[in-house]
């Protein structure tokens, strides 16, 4: 098996959701696109990554919706190097069809008080759905590895959840550590090294914005 030296997972730059959530009403989740300030955010991302990966071989898996996948032509990494694939087991966290924003609203409030993980969104997916989703995907990196001449880097290019459920499966956290985090910002990525002693280790870690608290304890 030839495993990575490095796993990279980028978020998505600013898309028109982030900024003006009405747009739900009238727009699919899936064909959102970047805004200006998203595609600067790629841009720049696409920049350190170029410099970070040099001229290694890269295996891209890229999330199927729009503004995903413009974020990783944002990148402009070397075609020649690449193979890129879409990956919709890397989509965003599924809200419902059309969404009505005071609903959807009043859906994460209720999430906030109920757990991340656990919530299900009506007519859509729970953190855990997610979680299971991307085992799935993982188990298929895995088989991947056994390919001779499998690329030293992969690149995910997905959304905040998304990201932090991977990384939840990866390093196997506890639901209450996952709770604890919060998303990256829109562009930022973290970057999974393969150490001298087998091991990954993330280059920085998850914002937190609060202290975990096992739901093995008393009281």
Known sequence: ?????????????????????????????????????????????????????????????????RRTLQTFRELRLDPARVRMREEPRLRE????????RDDVRLQKAYRDAYGHFFYRFAQGESGADVYDRVGSFLESLYRSFEAPDHPENVLLVTHGLTMRLF?????????AEFEALSNPGNGEFRVLMLGPDGRYRMDRPFERWTTPEPYDLDG
């Open 93 to 100: 966290q599924d809200w419902g069809n059309w969404q009505d």
């Open 1 to 65: 098996m030839v495993r990575p030296r490095r796993i990279v997972l980028v978020r998505h730059g600013e898309s028109e959701g982030n900024v003006d959530d009405t747009v739900y009403e009238r727009e699919p989740d899936h064909a959102l696109r970047l805004t200006p300030s998203g595609r600067e955010q790629a841009g720049a991302a696409g920049a350190r990554l170029r410099e970070l990966f040099g001229t290694e071989h890269i295996s891209a898996y890229v999330s199927p919706y």
């Open 167 to 175: 990384c939840m499966r990866w390093f196997h956290w506890s639901v």
